[in-house]
């Protein structure tokens, strides 16, 4: 078994690789080449952690495996990151388990990598004005990867914290871009052309009120059951693309609007994987507001451990066990 460390994984990974890598396996998806299974996700009753696992294959990369890990919130007195996870990839000729890669890093740049994909196909080309909603550890992903796919020069953020704000502000102003911190959410919304929300809240952050026409949406905090970012009558107004339906429907953004009745399945308009391969139709005019639903699926995970591994392999890095 190849065993990949955290580091290693740093070193073998970009922001860029990411969303390339991510970008196929959405298509693969929306071929019927790849899918994922059902995901387990609880609360653990023990140091108020949440436990998942994610699991998924593409049979025509190919790739088989799984990512276990969640969120344990007191981390950071400790001096660990609040999300933990690792992801376990099996030989899918032989159903053995081939490598283990350390996924913390990781499952921030694939999540970097799925918004900006989305903002690349769903976004006004145009669009020059950021918005953040919650500047943790997530948010520097976030900037990055959007970076690689529109040319923004202003960044609009919010977060409770001063501490958060002032940190990703240093990230914004050594990338050369102009930084405004607001000290209102309305603030952000409304004066944003791509907006991502990245926050573990459980109650609507941005209104429907405060968004202009033409403005593109990524809502990538919420993937468990309660978590909730956005107005329902916003979700319910907007383009909704997602990563996958039932996901999106029980765990993601939409989970509010659909269980109210605001949407239904058919206001899906499509999965990002049918814009990208050209499928189905991404934005339909400047005015539209856009909003994709990022769940995060397994799929995500796997592709950029398997491209961790193959690196790995190539370079000859890495630790090998006997299992």
């Not at 102009?178 to 959410?185: F, G, I, K, L, N």
Request: glycine content about 10%.
């Amino acid at each position: 078994m190849l065993i990949i460390s955290e580091e290693l994984a740093r070193q073998l990974v970009t922001v860029e690789d990411a969303i390339d890598a991510v970008e196929q396996t959405f298509a693969a998806m929306a071929r019927g080449e790849a899918r994922n299974y059902p995901v387990v996700r609880e609360l653990v009753g023990y140091q108020d952690a949440v436990f998942g696992v994610k699991t998924g294959a593409d049979v025509g990369a190919p790739f088989l495996g799984l990512k276990a890990g969640g969120y344990w919130p007191h981390n950071l007195g400790k001096g660990l990151t609040n999300h933990q996870s690792a992801t376990l990839l099996f030989d899918p000729e032989t159903g053995r388990a081939s490598a283990l890669v350390s996924a913390n890093y990781l499952t921030g740049v694939r999540t970097g990598a799925a918004s900006a994909i989305a903002t690349k196909h769903l976004s006004r080309q145009d669009a020059e004005t950021l918005g953040i909603i919650g500047t943790g550890a997530q948010s520097a992903y976030q900037l990055r990867a959007t970076l690689a796919v529109r040319p923004i020069r202003r960044v609009l953020a919010w977060d409770p914290s001063k501490d958060n704000l002032e940190r990703f502000g240093a990230l914004v102003r050594e990338l050369g871009l102009d930084y405004a911190p607001q000290a209102e959410r309305q603030a952000v919304a409304s004066g944003a052309d791509v907006i991502i929300t990245v926050t573990p809240s459980q109650q609507a952050l941005v209104e429907k009120a405060w968004v202009r026409p033409g403005t593109h949406i990524s809502a990538m905090g919420a993937d468990t059951k309660g978590k909730q970012e956005l107005d329902p009558a916003l979700v319910a107004a907007a383009a909704i693309f997602v990563d996958e339906a039932a996901q999106a429907f029980t765990i993601g953004e939409c989970q509010h609007a659909y269980a109210t009745g605001l949407i239904g399945d058919k206001d899906v308009r499509a999965s990002l994987g049918a814009v990208i391969t050209g499928m189905a139709e991404g934005r339909r005019s400047p005015d539209e507001i856009t909003l994709f639903d990022g769940t995060g699926v397994a799929l995500q995970d796997l592709v950029v451990a398997d491209l961790a591994v193959k690196r790995a392999t190539e370079q000859g890095l890495g630790v090998t066990a006997d299992y």
